[in-house]
């Protein structure tokens, strides 16, 4: 055991050496590849400016989000009218995506209840 900890703090010691030596040129490369992303100055008035944009454009596009949802939703309604017509492909993609979304919904009640499976909180 005394040996897997020491082997453990050794791979540990060279993790942060290689950091130490690489890191600073990392960052370096990778806010110069960025930088047309990155505010000039760097200041709170420009974060929130840039906060109150984001929220803003967002609410913008709301009308867009919704009337893409009424393509989509009367593309389903005219599916369900011609159910006859459809593939097997069709319906296994339809199921598919039915199970991943009741499946999502399973794991996020196990979340939220603090990944207890029936309930109980000890």
Not at 37 to 48: H, L, S
Not at 83 to 88: D, F, G, P, T, Y
Request: with cysteine; net charge positive.
């Amino acid at each position: 055991m005394a040996s897997r900890l020491q082997q453990l703090q050794s791979k540990a010691c060279q993790a942060t050496q290689f950091l130490m030596k690489n890191g600073t040129a990392y960052h370096k490369q990778l806010l110069e590849q960025n930088k047309q992303y990155i505010q000039d100055p760097p200041t709170v008035e420009t974060c929130n400016l840039l906060a109150k944009q984001l929220l803003y454009t967002r609410l913008a596009s709301i009308p867009n989000r919704c009337e893409s949802f009424r393509k989509e939703f009367d593309f389903v309604k005219h599916a369900w009218k011609n159910r006859q017509e459809l593939k097997v492909e069709d319906i296994g993609v339809a199921t598919l995506f039915g199970v991943e979304c009741f499946a999502w919904y399973c794991a996020g009640e196990i979340v939220g209840r603090g990944f207890t499976i029936t309930g109980y909180y000890p």
